[in-house]
């Protein structure tokens, strides 16, 4: 690990001022500091900064940029009002690392991509412009939508997933100002900037992220991965929907493992709402989620694996049989 | 420099700032109770509960802890005065190499905690609930604790007798 210099941020303002990186649970970043793929020279500590709260707001909850990931997953009004949220906050990591993960630092956790965790290997994440590897390399854990040339990287987040399906809103303080990025916002495509993951300049600090009014319906968090607990997800999907006499009356989907970005399609909602539940439909909102899909060899199972996973989950909440 | 309650005593450190609180509690304080697996926060050798949490010490600075009280397998018991948790341990056999061990305890111990707490996992069917802690539900709130021995139903046991 590099040599750095490590400060304990008094306020939000000092966070921001200390032209540092932020030092949250650090499951994340010293992770990639002890590979050296993370090289800050200043530190910023932000575990005590008063962000810690979960609290009523616009009808909805704000949560804090350091409320732990195990907090939030435990909040009674989490659990019964946005158990999507619960159920993808729990399908993640283990208990060890929920009790040091962050609301903030598990929005900005970096892509699982093995060329981007080894610093012998040219990987434009990691090194812009030294190429990318995954392509024709190994990349069974890569995305199926919205690649580039440039990066086939994945976003390897669960709490994201639900929080785009929940149409959450991040909260961030910047040397200009405080600002508001939807989280379906948040996180960008790759194209030929992949160094950035997401909207985040170097200085901003994320303060809360907030959840709109809860949603009548039923909620589901559905992790395809290769073992059934502490890893990663190859697919998974946060789903909200509402039926009423038959027909689906409302419906929220985000996807996860497929992007470089939790994957939010509004046209998967209106194939949905107002029919009655079939196979055939679901065929048809697969259709729509998968109609650009590109798979990249090891990872093209994930198509149909996606297909099958919105089947499952669809079923489930719809009550249809599939 | 950082100055933590290890085990009930105030104890200060000169050490770097790249020091894991792994590293401190094994290299600086000689509690080699704590083991290294990883590193990386994929195996769970050296859990260690802090301010009454389990957390993963290898992926974690030992300044970022300056105030911070934690309890290794060192404090949970002695040999001549073994916890509970400890005890059923040995009972159940629940080891073979013993290198997961230290880390397995602490975690369950805390674990025990957080089912008391009325905290769900990812195996909980309706999250609103506070489920008994079944096998099932051990094994899911433990798996961040491998066993490259695979004592996993002897662990299971040892944790479900302790809980109940
Ligand atoms: C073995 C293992 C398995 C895992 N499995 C899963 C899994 O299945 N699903 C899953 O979703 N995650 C998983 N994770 C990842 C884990 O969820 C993240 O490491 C964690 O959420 C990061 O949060 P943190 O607070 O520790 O972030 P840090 O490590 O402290 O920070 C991560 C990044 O976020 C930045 N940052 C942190 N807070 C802020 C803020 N408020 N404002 C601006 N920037 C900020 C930091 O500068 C850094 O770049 C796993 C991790 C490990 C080690
Ligand atoms: S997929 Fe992205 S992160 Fe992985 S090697 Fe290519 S550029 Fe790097
Ligand atoms: S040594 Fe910390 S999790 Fe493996
Ligand atoms: S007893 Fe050997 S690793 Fe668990």
New interface residues.
């Given amino acids: 690990?590099k040599?750095?210099?490590?400060a304990r941020a008094g306020s939000t303002a000092d966070a921001v001022a200390a032209d540092a990186m932020k030092?949250a649970?650090?499951?994340n970043l010293?992770?990639l500091m002890?590979l050296e793929v993370e090289v800050p020279r200043r530190?910023v500590?932000i575990?005590r900064l008063p962000l810690a709260a979960i609290e009523p707001a616009g009808g909805g909850l704000r949560i804090g940029a350091v409320v732990r990931n195990?907090d939030l997953?435990?909040d009674?009004r989490v659990?019964?009002d946005y158990?999507v949220l619960?159920?993808a906050l729990?399908?993640g990591?283990?208990?060890?690392?929920r009790?040091?993960a962050t609301t903030g630092g598990n929005l900005c956790q970096r892509t699982r991509c093995g060329y981007f965790t080894d610093t012998a290997m040219p990987c434009n994440k990691r090194e812009p412009g030294s190429g990318c590897q995954a392509i024709g390399g190994f990349n069974r854990i890569h995305a199926i939508l919205g690649a580039s040339d440039a990066c086939i990287a994945t976003y390897p987040g669960d709490m994201a997933v639900a929080m785009s399906a929940l149409d959450a809103v991040v909260e961030i303080e910047g040397t200009a100002g405080s600002r508001s990025v939807a989280v379906r916002d948040f996180h960008r495509l790759p194209g030929n900037t992949p160094e950035r993951d997401n909207v985040l300049e170097a200085d901003d600090l994320i303060t809360a992220v907030t959840l709109p009014a809860p949603v009548p319906g039923r909620h589901a968090y559905r992790k395809v991965r290769d073992r059934s607990?502490?890893a990663f997800a190859l697919v998974s999907i946060a789903a909200v929907v509402e039926m009423d006499a038959g027909r689906i009356a409302s419906a929220s989907l985000a996807f996860g493992g497929l992007a470089h970005k939790p994957w939010h399609d509004p046209a998967i909602a209106e194939i949905l709402i107002g029919k009655a539940p079939s196979k055939a439909l679901f065929d048809k909102a697969a259709d729509v989620l998968l109609a650009g899909a590109q798979g990249q060899g090891a990872n093209d199972f994930k198509i149909p694996l996606a297909r099958r996973t919105l089947h499952a989950v669809l079923a489930e909440l719809t009550g249809e049989t599939a | 420099m950082p100055a933590l309650v290890i085990n009930g005593t105030l104890r200060s450190f000169d050490c770097d700032e790249r020091t894991s609180l792994l590293d401190l509690l094994r290299n600086h304080a000689g509690l080699t109770g704590t083991k290294k697996g990883c590193d990386h926060g994929q195996c769970g050798a050296c859990t260690v509960i802090v301010e009454g949490r389990r957390i993963n010490s290898c992926l974690s600075l030992a300044v970022m802890h300056d105030g911070d009280e934690v309890t290794t397998i060192e404090g949970l018991g002695t040999a001549t005065d073994l916890s509970p948790l400890q005890r059923a341990f040995v009972s159940h056999d629940a080891y073979q190499c013993g290198y997961c061990t230290p880390g397995q305890i602490c975690s369950a111990t805390a674990m025990i905690e957080e089912a008391r707490m009325g905290w769900p996992s990812a195996v909980t069917d309706d999250v609103e609930t506070s489920p008994e802690l079944s096998d099932n539900e051990i094994r899911e709130r433990m798996s961040g604790n491998l066993c490259r021995c695979a004592a996993y139903p002897n662990i299971v046991a040892a944790i479900r007798e302790t809980a109940a």
Avoid at chain 1, 3 to 6: E, H, L, N, R, W
Avoid at chain 1, 93 to 97: C, E, I, K, N, T
């Fill in positions: 690990m040599a750095f210099t490590y030092i649970g650090g499951t010293l992770d002890k530190l500590d575990n195990s997953a435990a009674i659990r019964r158990a619960s159920k729990l399908a990591a283990s208990g060890q690392l009790n040091k607990s502490y």
